[in-house]
């Protein structure tokens, strides 16, 4: 068997693994940041403030053609 070889996949392992938990902790930094919100937005009394977040499209656009 060459050692050579079994020492680049290896390595060549390693480095995915690497990458693929430095995804790993950016997607659990985003979820966290998006948990906080919410609780954020929870706590909140503001009726308009919580119908916003959760139709964020409603609102944006005024037809001014009568």
């Given at each position: 068997m060459d050692i050579a070889l079994m020492s680049m996949g290896?390595?060549?392992?390693?480095?995915q693994q690497q990458a693929s938990m430095?995804?790993?902790?950016?997607?659990?930094?985003?979820?966290?940041?998006?948990?906080?919100?919410?609780q954020k937005l929870l706590?909140?009394?503001d009726v308009a403030e919580i119908q916003h977040a959760a139709q964020?499209?409603?609102?944006?656009?005024?037809d001014l053609k009568g």
């Open positions: 290896l390595s060549q392992g390693q480095i430095s995804v790993m902790k950016m997607a659990l930094g985003n979820v966290e940041q998006q948990g906080e919100a919410i706590s909140t009394n964020p499209h409603l609102g944006g656009n005024i």
